[in-house]
């Protein structure tokens, strides 16, 4: 159930990006479409009531060393967070980029609406 | 020589990062460095050539760490991206003078080249996600370089289509990871071998098909590509039609496809009929435009259908379990065919570059008679006009040779008509080219137009020698089987992929 309503926003970010006509409003559709995909991200490695991934004395199995199957079974999977991390930086530079790229069109053509924005055709 | 495989990212990254310090009054030394730069890395995948291995970041073994692959498909692209940027960089030398911040596009260049030598090499899924958006990212930015009405417009429709496609590729590394619980090509394979594929996997193949497919402007995704590379400057133009749209859309999918999920025959119909849909669409949008870098750019989605069609035609015999002499016959068409075109596309491009900054214009009525006036950009242009039409003996012609032949010898006649027909419609708009450029009456305007000079007539040089001289890596036997064969062996041999990089 949580990934289908983590499917639909992304949905929801692709139908904005595809119907919209303002410029901004494109933009916080894509956002919206990485939103869903992080959520989706974080959401595969989540599980009810686990524990943190952080290993410590009484994760370790005595003499051996190695890390009991009690804790592996318990605990979050952290890789799906770090992922997520770099993919919210990821965005933050493609998100800056694009938003100045919206500015610097207004002040060209005065509007942010797509569809009087049409020098290119062909 | 063995070269440590995070050279190629390293070098263009590290350069990158110092040209900005330059500023105005350093323009000519960071000019230099990245000159430098490209040229070493040229030299540096020229070294690696025939090599196969497995470098491990940071000693973390797989699958628990990053690892970057050099093999012969890896080999291939880095040799196309190299030369191609080579060239590309020479050409700017003189040409982004007419621009400020040249030691900015200068720094976003470079940013480009790592990000693409990184996807190219990586062997986990994320990370070649990573190095796509680094290029991605640089070269939205350098489509808008000029920050003109055109120029911001081009770059914001690339930039949400970009967007988009970067999302669709990453939610299929989700569902790929939630899957398989890797992130590690080879052992996503793996993982894949054992179970099968069920839905969610299927759903990612798809995701990954419609993510690289926009990047790579396959039609129905071209939409963006028309109006971006023409509005970049003339050396950016070389590098996205020439190079990024490979490294980027056909390579990563064709890695996808063929060592991480494998091949069978729906997938292979699907890439056949985005193929031909390209070849087809793309051609004859290309005979109406009257805007010179335009209608190169519509040639650019054609050419790629000629490289998507042989890989596809190549998986469709070998799922069918056909005769593999065959399948890699057409494999090597459509690879050769993409290392052609970086070549004969790109040189258009800087041509196209050449004739505009003499000019000031390229909408094509405005020119003509120019072949008295700038005679090597003549002699160039048609080098190039005659590979990409196919004509003998010019390296387009070897490439669209063996996927007819290949076509043909596999018994799809209809295929092999079409990349004949869409050869000439091609053969057409480039004779449109050469008799409004350079033949006809000289305008009154443009009667005092001069060659341009030093750098930019070298990488137009260079690129044409490369034209003419290109068909011997498939008459020359040595050369062959220490460029074509290794990559053709990578994509035939599927899945194999993944034993072979966990023994390495």
């Known amino acids: 159930m949580p990934y289908a309503l983590c499917f639909l926003l992304f949905v929801i970010g692709l139908y904005c990006v595809l119907v919209k006509k303002n410029m901004v409003k494109i933009v916080i559709g894509i956002l919206v479409m990485e939103y869903a995909v992080n959520l989706f991200l974080i959401m595969l490695g989540y599980r009810t009531g686990g524990a943190a991934p952080i290993i410590d004395k009484t994760c370790l199995e005595p003499g051996t060393g190695q890390i009991t199957a009690s804790f592996i079974s318990t605990s979050v999977d952290p890789l799906p967070q770090a992922l997520v991390l770099t993919a919210i930086v990821i965005s933050l530079g493609s998100l800056a980029l694009i938003i100045s790229i919206c500015v610097r069109t207004y002040e060209k053509y005065g509007t942010f609406d797509i569809t009087k924005i049409r020098r290119l055709k062909g | ?25 350093g323009k000519s030394v960071a000019t230099l460095l990245a000159n430098l730069a490209t040229i070493s890395l040229l030299v540096l995948a020229v070294v690696s050539i025939g090599q196969s291995r497995v470098y491990e970041i940071g000693k973390w073994s797989i699958p628990l760490g990053i690892n970057l692959v050099l093999d012969g498909l890896s080999c291939l692209l880095l040799l196309a991206v190299s030369t191609v940027s080579t060239a590309a960089m020479l050409f700017s030398t003189r040409y982004m003078e007419q621009y400020t911040a040249k030691s900015k596009y200068l720094c976003l260049f470079l940013l480009m080249v790592a990000g693409m030598n990184g ?67 080879a052992y996503i394979s793996k993982a894949i071998q054992g179970s099968g594929l069920n ?94 870098k335009r209608l190169l750019a519509y040639h650019s989605i054609s050419q790629m259908g000629y490289v998507v069609l042989g890989i596809g035609l190549g998986a469709l015999i070998l799922a069918r379990g056909g005769n593999t002499t065959w399948a890699s016959l057409a494999i090597l068409g459509g690879l050769f065919h993409l290392v052609n075109h970086a070549v004969f596309k790109s040189l258009l491009f800087l041509t196209s570059g050449s004739v505009q900054m003499a000019t000031g214009t390229r909408y094509l009525k405005e020119l003509g008679g120019l072949a008295d006036r700038m005679p090597i950009t003549r002699a160039t242009c048609t080098v190039a006009s005659a590979s990409i039409a196919g004509v003998p003996p010019f390296n387009g012609f070897w490439s669209k040779l063996i996927l007819v032949v290949a076509a043909v010898q596999a018994g799809f006649w209809g295929i092999a008509a079409v990349t004949v027909l869409v050869s000439l419609v091609t053969l057409i708009s480039f004779l449109k080219v050469q008799r409004y450029v350079f033949l006809g009456e000289l305008p009154e305007n443009l009667r005092y137009v001069k060659e341009n000079k030093n750098s930019m007539l070298v990488a137009m040089i260079f690129l044409a020698c490369l034209c003419v001289l290109m068909g011997l890596l498939v008459i020359v036997p040595s050369l062959k089987q220490s460029i074509l064969d290794p990559a053709v062996k990578v994509l035939t041999d599927g899945v194999e992929y993944s034993a072979k990089i966990i023994n390495m």
């Open chain 2, 1 to 25: 020589m063995s070269v440590p495989l995070p050279v190629f990212v390293a070098i263009p990254l590290v350069t990158a990062f110092l040209l900005p310090i330059f500023g105005k009054k």
């Open chain 2, 119 to 185: 996807v190219v090499l990586s062997g986990d899924i994320f990370n070649l996600f990573v190095f796509l958006e680094i290029a991605s990212i640089a070269s939205y930015a350098l489509v808008g370089f000029g920050c003109e009405h055109e120029e911001l417009e081009a770059s914001f429709k690339y930039m949400v289509l970009g967007s988009v496609a970067s999302m669709f590729i990453l939610f299929g590394i989700a569902l790929v990871y939630g899957n398989t619980g890797s992130l590690n090509m």
């Open chain 2, 199 to 292: 839905a969610g996997l299927g759903f990612a193949l798809c995701l990954f098909i419609v993510g690289f497919g926009l990047k790579a402007a396959l039609v129905p995704f071209h939409a963006w590509l028309p109006d971006a590379h023409p509005s970049a400057p003339a050396p950016i133009s070389a590098m996205l039609s020439g190079v990024l749209i490979k490294a980027l859309g056909v390579y990563a999918l064709a890695r996808v496809v063929f060592n991480v999920f494998g091949i069978s025959v729906p997938i292979s119909w699907v890439l056949i009929v985005l193929g031909i849909l390209s070849m087809i669409v793309g051609v004859f949008l290309a005979v109406g435009q009257w805007d010179f």
